[in-house]
């Protein structure tokens, strides 16, 4: 992808502030990975807009820059469909209007030209029925080819075995337990993993926030109906409704309401 300015702006102001990606990524919830990813444009690691978008305006409020250009470039040179949104699919357009009727003629000229393909179809059937001559063969038989008195070719099966192909590897699974969660209303929440909280208080429309632990990450949300998650990189969607306090415990086995 071009540098279309988002990464630099980023980048810049990072480096001026001499701050490091570690201090980053530890202070607004990513991963390292994650903070390169922004500063390199490579926003498709985020697995759709809603995350993409949510990081960079956490990032650029960390380094005091006003995230909204840097949203207005992604928009305008970016905007993929999230993965987790809602798609919306229109119907098929139908016209209303009458369609003006054919000249007589039209169906005289259409009746013939059925008749004749009719006529052509059936008369390629019926030949293809008509049995053609069987040939006479005059060639005398051939003489039968003596078996080779060396019998190590049939030992080894008439000649070099073909060795079976490799089946492909499984892909690696994720070991342990990440959670990202993009805020689309303000709520409060609260992240535990692995009995620890690493995070707790208000979180504003728009933020992205990541969590990894080794067995549990368990969250706290203030307003269910404005919060969206992804666990282990697969969405899990919106965890409840708007308004609704609830506690939601994710494993690598899934996730559940507690």
Do not use: C
Request: no cysteine; proline share 7%; net charge negative.
């Amino acid at each position: 992808m071009s540098d279309i300015g988002i990464g630099a702006a980023l980048r810049d102001a990072r480096s001026e502030q001499e701050r490091s990606r570690e201090e980053a990524a530890a202070a607004t919830s990513m991963r390292v990975a994650q903070v390169e990813a922004l500063e390199d444009e490579q926003f498709h690691v985020f697995g759709g807009d809603v995350y993409a978008k949510g990081f960079m305006k956490s990032y650029a409020r960390w380094l005091g820059l006003d995230p909204e250009p840097l949203l207005a470039l992604y928009r305008k040179h970016v905007q993929y469909d999230s993965m987790d949104s809602s798609a919306l699919t229109a119907g098929p357009v139908t016209s209303t209007s009458p369609r003006p009727a054919a000249p007589a003629w039209v169906g005289w000229v259409a009746g013939a030209l059925l008749v004749l393909g009719v006529g052509a179809v059936l008369a390629q059937f019926v030949g293809s029925q008509t049995p053609a001559p069987a040939a006479v063969d005059d060639s005398p038989p051939p003489a039968p080819v003596a078996a080779p008195e060396d019998d190590t070719q049939g030992e080894q099966g008439g000649g070099q075995e073909q060795e079976p192909e490799e089946e492909p590897s499984p892909e690696p699974t994720f070991e342990g337990v990440n959670v990202t969660l993009a805020f689309e209303e303000d709520s409060w929440v609260r992240v535990s993993a692995d009995g620890t909280v690493l995070q707790e208080g208000l979180q504003t429309a728009g933020a992205a926030l990541d969590f990894r632990g080794n067995d549990e990450v368990t969250v706290r949300i203030g307003n269910a109906g404005g919060v969206r998650a992804r666990l282990n990189g697969e969405g899990v969607g919106v965890l409840g409704e708007a308004g609704d306090v609830i506690d939601v415990r994710f494993t690598p086995d899934g996730f559940e309401v507690v």
